[in-house]
T-cell receptor, first 114, second 109 residues
């Protein structure tokens, strides 16, 4: 079983719809992240969380919200999806240690907004 | 603000050596790491440098110069399976993990 699981893996939705992308992890890590990947733009940070009570905006948080329901679960919501939110979304986790930046990624969710 | 710059594309032949550079600007700095991604799959961790110098892991090495805000990933004895995108990433004092735009490496026979 994957250590970081994203659901769904693929989703097509209509403009204006609300959609939630879910991420769960079995690694026991405190830190969780949501990234968006577009061709030529790399991985851009949307939101991140260092524990259940901690939520922080990343580089491109407008139009998104998140919920850290438990240490193992971090959900990303698009309240009213728009076509330019079509992208590949990744969840990642890491340990809360200064020296170790290894992040573990889920397999991604390919979202298409039509 | 924070930014990382790396070349968008690099092409090399099988068996050769290739270097992918990364320069960064960040508020506070804990270290520079490198990730590999095949065809839109999950990025996977390759290496991490917190201190100046060269870290070697098999065919891959990574270098950091903190004074120059610069690092590179060196891939030796290139294989076809090394064709992928490579990302540098920095972790700042706030704990944010920020990625560069990625370098697409094409290995030719």
């Amino acid at each position: 079983d994957a250590d970081v699981t994203q659901t769904p893996r693929n989703r097509i939705t209509k403009t204006g719809k609300r959609i939630m992308l879910e991420c769960s992890q079995t690694k026991g890590h405190d830190r969780m992240y949501w990234y968006r990947q577009d061709p030529g733009l790399g991985l851009r940070l949307i939101y991140y969380s260092f524990d259940v009570k901690d939520i922080n905006k990343g580089e491109i948080s407008d139009g998104y919200s998140v919920s850290r329901q438990a240490q193992a679960k971090f959900s990303l919501s698009l309240e009213s999806a728009i076509p330019n939110q079509t992208a590949l979304y990744f969840c990642a986790t890491s340990e809360n240690r200064k020296g170790d930046t290894e992040a573990f990624f889920g397999q991604g969710t390919r979202l298409t907004v039509v | 603000g924070q930014s990382l710059e790396q070349p968008s594309e690099v092409t090399a032949v099988e068996g050769a050596i290739v270097q992918i550079n990364c320069t960064y600007q960040t508020s506070g700095f804990y270290g520079l790491s490198w990730y590999q991604q095949h065809d839109g799959g999950a990025p996977t961790f390759l290496s991490y440098n917190a201190l100046d110098g060269l870290e070697e892991t098999g065919r891959f090495s990574s270098f950091l110069s903190r004074s120059d805000s610069y690092g590179y990933l060196l891939l030796q004895e290139l294989q076809m399976k090394d064709s992928a995108s490579y990302f540098c990433a920095v972790k700042n004092q706030g704990g944010k993990l920020i990625f560069g735009q990625g370098t697409e490496l094409s290995v030719k026979p």
